[in-house]
């Protein structure tokens, strides 16, 4: 099997009180030109304008650490991404890209690739990165972070000061995609800086990204700086990849966790962004002319059947169930407005070059009482209950399992919802003797194998099937290969009635009138975004 592969810069395998001010973050950095070389990646009314020093941005929790590699948390990665890189990260089209990397080679067994690194990059503390930099940390973080599991027995090893070589226990296709992942991901530290860490992870919070921490108040501000530097990536800035401009000489990460304050704090000027707006001020917020509302697509809230026991291990009767369905009434109680979802069968991230996949479509969304009555009594269902578990403790997927409850009984299923705290729901989700159904959202993940329902101890989907469609996509030799394969792999989901897809659901986010360049994948980002002064 020849994976060989060469790459450039382009695309490869697939409650505070409203009163915080800046005196509760660090002071600006030393006043600088805000843009210089790449400018031209933002409009040219854009690059004219004088931009203010300061960017503030509401956050809605203190992170508990900036250690990257150790916690699979939101606010982490969405801080950390301005401080550190790592060798691959994805383009705005979900492709994995280099940043820290050059390129790299595959053996012709596919299970070593050597990794050639952009050299001249500095640290935030005045190193040069170099091979031992980029050992320390990718070996910590395969051993510290979650997203790795599918990568358990790889290591890295020095070639030379501008060369690490990465051994795979199997050849997989997904190697690089891994690598590029942008939850709890794989940050390039120093060294020194990866060796002094004890069980808790890194102290020292150092990087190589365009901004470096200067200040961490405790549940008040993380204050960054613009790192004067930076080495830039190449290329035009796409999703966390390419150019990469501080516009900004300082952004303040302000700790503000009641919603409503929140909001407040950006009316008044306070801060520039609000990040995790409430769903229900979307029409409220959007006709206040100060305001610029951003909706993005975070993930899939989807509906799990029990095909292990019970009513719905018959899969007449699962497909009985989906046939009922009118997912734009569930997904129009859970969010309220046809603007804050997308409907569409996709299990993956839509827009995703790789995986955005359409199969099993025929199967989604149907809303069709006549096809589900005959299954129904093609599968000699004689009116035993269904029972959705459910929790009102997250009110989206509450709204969407109780007018599932309401299509099923009027395709003539007998339902029970049997609701709980959100603990309790969990218990009962995770044993197959305690439900039919339930609702939960799910977040994006860049590569379709590491998807909930294929997972058995999820929602109890233990079937030859996807052992055998993982297992395909991940030895695929090339890009269409892994496409097809998960293709197929998606499309047994519907066909088995294993579980569907409801719809494509939104983060709000709130951005003042006087904000250019804010952009998001999977996380917002504020290098190339500025306040016009």
Not at 341 to 370: F, R, V
Not at 381 to 394: H, K, R
């Amino acid at each position: 099997m020849n994976l060989r592969s060469r790459m450039g810069a382009g695309a490869v395998v697939a409650g505070l009180a409203l009163t915080l001010g800046l005196s509760a973050c660090g002071t600006p950095a030393d006043p600088a030109t805000a843009l210089g070389d790449g400018a031209s990646v933002i409009s040219k009314a854009d690059a004219e304008a004088s931009y203010k020093d300061v960017l503030n941005v509401g956050i809605a929790a203190n992170p508990p650490t900036l250690d990257v590699h150790g916690v699979n948390s939101n606010i982490v990665d969405g801080i950390g991404m301005h401080i550190y890189e790592s060798l691959f990260s994805l383009d705005e089209n979900y492709n994995p890209t280099p940043v820290l990397a050059e390129s790299y080679d595959v053996s012709e067994d596919g299970k070593t690739y050597t990794i050639k690194l952009r050299e001249g990059v500095k640290f935030h503390n005045g190193k040069t990165m170099d091979a031992d930099d980029v050992v320390a940390s990718m070996n910590a973080w395969l051993a510290r972070s979650s997203k790795a599991a599918l990568l358990k027995g790889a290591e890295f090893s020095r070639v030379d000061d501008a060369t690490v070589r990465l051994v795979v226990p199997e050849a997989t296709g997904d190697i690089i995609t891994q690598l590029a992942g942008p939850i709890q991901f794989a940050a390039i530290y120093p060294a020194s800086v990866v060796e002094s860490a004890g069980e808790e992870g890194v102290t020292e919070f150092v990087g190589t990204g365009p901004y470096r921490l200067s200040d961490w108040k405790q549940d008040q501000c993380v204050s960054l700086v613009r790192f004067e530097d930076y080495s830039q990536p190449e290329g035009d800035s796409s999703g966390l990849t390419g150019r990469k401009l501080a516009i900004a000489d300082t952004l303040n990460f302000k700790v503000i966790p009641d919603e409503t304050t929140r909001v407040a704090a950006l009316q008044s000027g306070e801060i520039d962004v609000a990040e995790e707006v409430p769903l229900e001020r979307y029409e409220e917020l959007s006709g206040d002319d100060r305001i610029k509302l951003s909706v993005q697509n975070g993930g899939t809230m989807n509906l799990f059947l029990n095909t292990s026991e019970g009513p719905l291990a018959n899969a007449d009767l699962r497909q009985a169930v989906l046939a009922s369905l009118n997912m734009d009434d569930i997904m129009l109680a859970a969010y309220g407005d046809e603007s804050l979802y997308s409907l569409d069968p996709s299990w993956s991230a839509l827009g995703d070059a790789q995986w955005d996949s359409k199969a099993g479509a025929e199967l989604y969304n149907q809303n069709n009482e006549a096809k589900a009555k005959e299954l129904m009594e093609k599968a000699g269902y004689n009116g035993q209950t269904l029972t959705i578990v459910a929790t009102p403790d997250y009110a989206d997927m509450y709204a969407a399992s109780l007018v599932i409850q309401e299509q099923l009984r009027q395709a003539g299923f007998n339902v029970e919802l049997e609701e709980s705290d959100f603990a309790t729901f969990m218990e009962r989700r995770a044993d197959p003797g305690q439900y039919d159904l339930f609702v939960t959202s799910n977040s994006y993940n860049p590569l379709p194998v590491q998807l909930s329902v294929l997972n058995p101890t999820w929602a109890g989907l233990d079937a030859p099937e996807v052992t055998e469609g993982v297992a395909k996509i991940r030895a695929a030799e090339t890009p269409e290969q892994a496409k097809a394969a998960w293709d197929e792999l998606q499309g047994f989901i519907y066909e088995h009635g294993a579980a569907t897809v409801l719809g494509h659901y939104t983060g709000l986010y709130a951005v003042g009138a006087d904000v250019d360049g804010f952009d998001y994948l999977r996380y917002p980002f504020y290098w190339n975004a500025g306040v016009r002064a």
